[in-house]
């Protein structure tokens, strides 16, 4: 199969007007591949001309060169035009062209989800809302696990099929409890850990090893309001605006990269607990945001910052 | 005149529906009255009763209780019903019935342009857009000179008709330089100041003299990144949301309370340079948005906090 | 019990700083007075004057007149400060003087949860939003029964202890499904229905009979794309923003009183399905508000349109 | 020069750390490339390809394929990495390749001004805007004119050096003063037609000769207040929001293909003339951020709707 007698497959062409109803999908049969590299003439060339000759489709692109950094990002979604398209057979063709200029790569096929625990404390807003869209498939999530240091949302987790860990902790049994939650997300071969308001500050080693791939979410705008209790101080310093915002962890727990902000304005009359309730919303919507830009392969990581392509 | 009869004044019910074309100024022959005092039964009495007896309809009225700090605060937007209604009978007759509650009143009549310094350094973007408000009558203001340490936006104030003071200012000169400032504001009876990008920090002995009613705009949300150049600061942490904080100066430049702040949603692509032309936008509406809560008397400060009415 | 000696009630004075994790309720305590009448002078002193009689400390005030149409609304919330108050010697006691201004007004306790009925068709998302809202105690509602035309949502309603009817539907079968919820309606005693995504058009009588207590969440900004599959509409026409609408029934079923608006940017890789996704979060929050502002007896009815007073 | 040696080139490797203060700019010495054609395979690579054969290093790049319409999008910014890049031999060579895939492109050398005739009629607020971001540097236009059909807005054209014709309109002169309009639009071979504000209803035979390179801002969301007077209608509907529309004019003056919409809350008491207030603003900025995408080739116009790529 190939287009080079000029001709545009029938598929692309809709023969009538869309018809309100149908829905067609854009991403049902794309595959991502996402790259970086240092800057250097041709990067885009190695990844299309490839694509090209592999028959494939790319149905969107977004290439970003950072200048002050010397960094180059791309992301393609496409859709192969042959048959028998193989995942790892274009992995390893690709590989070696890859190398010539550094490129860091990663290939996801359509429909992937992707294996994810999620660690909580008591507090829910986030885990119910993070298990409405897994339910209703909004969020492409394979969720392997709850954990939490309390036994509060079992039945939560349970409702929805999922198993439940409890994972109790203290000062003294820190180093313990986080290799048991270590254990459970490299058994369950989790790629991604969501900290849905868990309340606990990693150690260093257990940010090492989750680098990258560990999601939390702060109800703050950062930089702003730092430690603890942020809407009380928000509250007294009479801000007008709250917010929250969505990133990898690090070492240091509410310092990581910003993969999503988000914001909402307030006014006096919102005392610390409106405050609260008003940074609920926000923190779901900010959170949900930046898992749906992760599982999408949208967020690259370089240098502390995150350039997150065709959001 | 008197609406005890229990009839409802003629102009008061439209006799058809709003033609359309028709504007109807909401607050052309409204007076203001605010006032705060410690929280205790009859505030609000004191006031509603008081503007019944003066035959005065209160069109808008909002008052709030802050139980943190035991603050009470009220604003009535009132229209007299009465012929030959006067501001100082009013006030005089009122004074004592708020000395009963120690509460501190300011009364403002329709109308009222506030005699107005503004002060700027190079970047006239807040300062075109304020003069643009100005001479279309969207802020009340009278403005009475504008106060720069360079010579650049003179033409600018000219072609508005405005006296322009360039006052130079080095880090020798300034006790001299601030008391030219002040003696400007003083000979032209300024009641507010606006530190429209100023990029000066006053004197604490300055500050103090302009407390409560000089407004300043900070390229930032507040608290965020302080000291200079925050659209680096920024960009470097890449943050995905940049704002802007209009607050009252106080000893603190960038601390003091805050009255209005506005935010744009930013993305890895926004160079520092793009982050400033963001923050173009977001630091002239924000600071107009303040400066209209003060002229309409919305703004209350107490305990390091506002409180704003209505807005 | 008097603050007549001028005297602040020791409660109201925080004797030492706000401690962090102390949260005051701003609404625990206080009722809420809630009136609406023709514009006349006095309209906020019968209503100031008699609660400070009744020793009613206000904690917030809001009246607006609408000189276009000539009306008045107000809203108090207030704290009794004496011991034994009592709500229906409180409504008979203030009953005459409203009527002198021919005022309508409605007195709701403090911690009151309204009687609520839900009624939904197949998508889950408001439902689901609103069920774990009433599950923290967000929305003060107390919901009494679930109402859908289809099976599919009663594990999620069973979940939450709370009973599901479904009343299948045909144009056939209108009047008598509308007959058996309305039958619901009344035996549970709901004094509010939302309509959370229910797809069905209610007839005039039943409109007529929910008039200002029905609540219903369009999926498009009105006026708008009106009729079916708003979001398809959005697409074809490219817009850059969507939006949701929160509004009380009446005959036209997406053409009632406002109550609030929310809107979320879009661009053209927003297939339709992906405006349907986003329509989601923003119908969720829209929907949420309104009731909150419901709830708080924020919302006046009058002309076609709402008027809420200190959202 | 050449990067085959797998050398990134000096200038691209920041050596120290950003120093604060330094602005390098993204775009000053990117060219840009713009492209549209049916949907095939082979769409990015003759692109990407020919980028690379040409030396040239691609910092942004952004493609969409719009599988409804079976159409494809792109635009890539570059930096020509040899001596003596000359944009009309780029023209001449790539024109071939792109005839092959019946693709449409354009090509945009760095620094470029696009010769823009702005209209208007009496009121200033879009004009004032605009104006001030021309002034700064921030939107690169080259304004050639400032036409109205009436005389206000002389002063306002005059301080900013700029012509303004006054050309009066009638219903019966209608016909005539659109040649004049036309006559200078080509005698200043304008490029860019921007309606700020002109409040005239462009003739069929106008429009098409303007098609996709006129600009209008209309006072509302669209779809929505049709018509005369949106503010009043919206107030008289008791909306939430208010909003604004940028779209190229088509022959339905109102619903042309849209770029880019704007949106800010409002309640109960903002009359008609606040709403107006308001919407000034928006339109501001609306038409601002338009005028932005189209100057940097970032709107593309297809089947009544625009695809805006990398904003």
Chains 1, 2, 3, 4 share one sequence.
């Not at 096929?109 to 339910?135: E, F, Q, W």
């Not at 999922?162 to 048991?180: M, N, R, V």
């Not at 790629?191 to 150690?203: I, K």
Request: some cysteine; overall charge negative; hydrophobic content about 40%.
């Amino acid at each position: 199969m190939s287009y080079e007698a000029g001709l545009v497959p029938a598929f692309l062409i809709p023969d009538k007007p869309i018809t309100r109803g149908d829905t067609m999908s854009r991403t049902a049969d794309t595959w991502i591949l996402a790259a970086q590299c240092p800057s250097r003439l041709g990067t885009v060339d190695v990844v299309t001309r490839f694509l090209k000759e592999q028959h494939c489709y790319i149905t969107e692109l977004n290439s970003f060169d950072d200048r002050l950094s010397g960094r180059f990002f791309i992301r393609a979604e496409f859709r192969p035009e042959v048959e028998g398209f193989g995942g790892e057979a274009f992995h390893d063709a690709f590989a070696p062209r890859a190398a010539e200029f550094a490129m860091e790569f990663e290939l996801t096929p359509p429909g992937k989800r992707m294996g994810t625990v999620i660690l909580v404390s008591k507090a829910d807003h986030c885990l119910n809302d993070l298990l409405y869209r897994y339910r209703i498939g909004q969020l492409p999530l394979d969720i392997r696990a709850v954990i939490s240091n309390h036994p509060d949302l079992e039945s939560l987790a349970a409702w929805h099929g999922l198993p439940y860990y409890h994972c109790p902790i203290t000062s003294e049994t820190k180093p313990q409890q986080e290799a048991q939650v270590q254990e459970i997300i490299e058994e369950t071969g989790a790629e991604l850990v969501v900290l849905a308001r868990y309340m606990q500050v990693l150690s260093p080693a257990m940010c090492e090893r989750l680098a990258g791939r560990a999601i939390n979410i702060h109800h703050s705008l950062l930089p702003g309001f730092k430690g603890a209790k942020p809407y009380h101080q928000a509250y007294e310093k009479g801000v007008k605006l709250v917010g929250a915002t969505a990133h990898y962890i690090n070492n240091d727990l509410d310092e990581g990269p910003i993969i999503a902000q988000g914001v909402e304005p307030v006014d006096h009359a919102h005392y610390p607990e409106d405050l609260v309730a008003k940074g609920r919303d926000i923190e779901c919507l900010t959170l949900a945001r930046a898992i749906g830009y992760h599982l999408e392969r949208r967020v690259f990581l370089h240098a502390g910052r995150t350039v997150v392509l065709g959001n």
